[in-house]
């Protein structure tokens, strides 16, 4: 594929919240060892991966779902835990998977509005019905830039009824800094109704992968695989985030090439007059009545950033964070639009 060949095809994403530094390096090298025999059916059970999952975040395999991507996973919590006749709560400005999976399931959407940008954990709990099966949550938030305390989730368990099924979305954790994460797989382990899932999209790189996880109660677990396709995780998929859960040192970098790359965005974006909002995992916001002109003119140069028009932000722009040359590339091109503006 010829990526010059048009002058309109954006060479730099920075829309989807992907990881700019690709994936473990080590990654393909441990695959190809394996000798993965691609005539053989994958093992429908992901085992040695759960062995993995498990040593890695102390839970017992029959505890953990493995999903084709989160959004797989999404699904089968949906349709395991919703009908007609039921109702799913999450933020408005929440991820657009959990609208979806609600209706794909019969079920009707009760959107909560965020407290600025933060999720209200109050009001969710308030708004719980009779008809609620289950809350959607991400933290970090996406797009809305929101995060939340171990002490304000764990007060918001102990005020959610234990029938409603509380799925814990946390895609971005590997950015937030360890000592601020929610000991959430911890948590999982004895709370019945809690689902926690995790990404190999973000982070770790592999979003082309299609791979996912999830921690809950036995119970929990028993409903999803229920009704999940039995080789729903190709081989190659299995190997991918056996090694990719054994590169912490990837996840580190990742990490701090992170934070420096947002101080680097919301410092220059800040220096040409922009508002910026930070986020806790890999992207910002930029709010500004001249969203839509920004990403187009973005889109010329070659750069894709994210609208929010279609969440009902017509203001705001999520921009990922990128490697420091992408990033200055960014600043670069909108430096010109601003001093093309004040001519
Ligand atoms: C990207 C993202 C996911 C991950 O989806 P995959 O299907 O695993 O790629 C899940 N939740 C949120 C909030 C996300 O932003």
């Not at 797989?185 to 995790?198: E, H």
């Not at 990490?255 to 680097?264: E, I, K, V, W, Y």
Request: overall charge neutral; some cysteine.
């Amino acid at each position: 594929m010829d990526l010059t060949a048009g002058s309109n095809v954006p060479l730099i994403s920075m829309a989807l919240n992907e990881n700019p530094s690709g994936h473990s390096p080590t990654l393909l090298a441990s695959i190809s060892n394996q000798a993965a025999d691609l005539s053989r059916y994958p093992d429908g059970d992901c085992y040695a991966l759960k062995q993995t999952i498990s040593q890695k975040f102390g839970v017992v395999t029959s505890q953990i779902a493995v999903g084709n991507g989160t959004d797989d996973l999404l699904d089968l919590a949906a349709r395991s835990h919703l009908s007609p006749n039921r109702s799913a709560l999450f933020c408005r400005f929440g991820f657009t998977a959990y609208r979806k999976v609600t209706e794909l399931a019969g079920a009707r959407c009760i959107k909560i509005p965020e407290n600025g940008w933060e999720t209200d954990l109050n009001k969710i709990a308030n708004s719980v019905a009779a008809d609620t099966s289950v809350i959607f949550l991400s933290n970090p938030s996406n797009p809305a830039p929101g995060y939340f305390t171990e002490a304000s989730f764990v007060a918001f368990l102990n005020q959610v009824p234990s029938s409603v099924l509380i799925v814990l979305d946390e895609a971005y954790v590997e950015f937030v800094e360890p000592h601020r994460r929610i000991k959430s797989i911890a948590i999982a382990r004895d709370r019945p109704n809690l689902l926690v899932l995790r990404t190999f999209s973000k982070a770790y790189g592999l979003a082309g992968l299609r791979l996912g996880f999830g921690v809950g109660s036995e119970a929990t677990i028993r409903k999803i695989n229920a009704i999940r396709q039995p080789f729903s995780i190709g081989t190659v998929s299995q190997l991918a985030g056996i090694a990719a859960l054994n590169d912490d040192r990837f996840i580190e970098d990742t990490r701090a090439r992170n934070r420096d790359g947002m101080d680097q965005l919301v410092g220059g974006l800040g220096g040409l007059g922009y508002e910026v909002i930070r986020s806790c995992a890999n992207f910002i916001l930029l709010q500004s009545h001249q969203a839509d002109k920004i990403q187009k003119f973005l889109a010329t140069r070659g750069i894709a950033v994210r609208s929010l028009a279609s969440y009902g932000l017509p203001d705001a722009l999520r921009i990922t964070v990128g490697l420091e040359l992408q990033n200055s590339a960014l600043l670069n091109h909108l430096a010109e639009a601003r001093r093309l503006e004040s001519q």
